[in-house]
């Protein structure tokens, strides 16, 4: 079974940037792709970032150009990098591991949140403006 843990997380000024990271340990990790969400105060969960496992990366619109997914399979590790934070990317950010085995994947597919089958609990960013 695999669990995931975020760290990086913290209140920063507009402008700023973060780092997020998820670790996860057990099995079956990089043989798939993965996913942050994120939930702002008040809203649902929405998609932010997708990797494959062969590397291709999608991103939503409202972060395209100043968010950057990356993993590093050996360390079992995806992370996030935030710059030019706004206060509208204030929420809870969540890293996800997808239910297929597959190297590749499409962005309507890791876009949907049906498409994860494991979650972290969640690290807390906040941009202060």
């Known amino acids: 079974q695999v669990q995931l843990v975020e760290s990086g997380g913290g209140l920063v000024q507009a402008g700023g940037s973060l780092r997020l990271s998820c670790v996860a340990s057990?099995?079956?990790?990089?043989?798939?792709?993965l996913g942050w969400f994120r939930q702002p105060p008040g809203k649902e969960r929405e998609f932010v970032a997708g990797?494959?496992?062969?590397?291709?990366?999608y991103y939503a619109d409202s972060v395209k150009g100043r968010f950057t997914i990356s993993r590093d399979n050996a360390k079992n590790t995806v992370s996030l990098q935030m710059n030019s934070l706004n206060p509208e990317d204030t929420a809870i950010y969540f890293c996800a591991r997808t239910r297929r085995v597959a190297f590749y994947a499409t962005y309507d597919y890791l876009s949907n949140q049906e498409s994860y089958d494991t979650w972290g609990q969640g690290t807390q960013v906040t941009v202060s403006s």
């Open positions: 990797i494959e496992r062969a590397g291709g990366t």
């Open positions: 057990g099995r079956a990790f990089s043989d798939r792709a």
